[in-house]
Nanobody, 120 residues
């Protein structure tokens, strides 16, 4: 199983970026998908998650600015980031909680991360 994230980059404060993460490989079902981020010198933190039925959860710091969505047919999760702030600067990682075969215990997989830099 591989998770490939894309869409990071450099943007000015107030700008927007859209991240994508596609899961590929031997996948039976994907339960929850999400985005996490890690800024220099800080621990990795949750940004947003979305279940297979579309229920979402956001960190308070991004509520109203970020929107998570997914395309189940493409095993892909997106993160639309608007009104970006310098404090959003971090490496963003996607995560998928999935099973590879029927009746397997759900396991978590991580992508390699994509850098988001917001200049002031």
């Amino acid at each position: 199983v591989q998770l490939q994230a894309s869409g990071g980059g450099l943007v000015q404060a107030g700008g927007s970026l859209r991240l994508s993460c596609a899961a590929s490989g031997n996948i039976f079902s994907i339960n929850e998908m999400g985005w996490y981020r890690q800024a220099p010198g800080k621990q990795r933190e949750l940004v947003a998650t979305i279940t297979s039925s579309g229920s979402t959860n956001y960190a308070d710091s991004v509520k109203g600015r970020f929107t998570i969505s997914r395309d189940n047919a493409k095993n892909t999760v997106y993160l639309q980031m608007n009104s970006l702030k310098p404090e959003d600067t971090a490496v963003y990682y996607c995560n998928a909680e999935l099973t590879r075969v029927r009746f397997e215990r759900t396991m978590g997989y991580w992508g390699k991360g994509t850098q988001v830099t917001v200049s002031s």
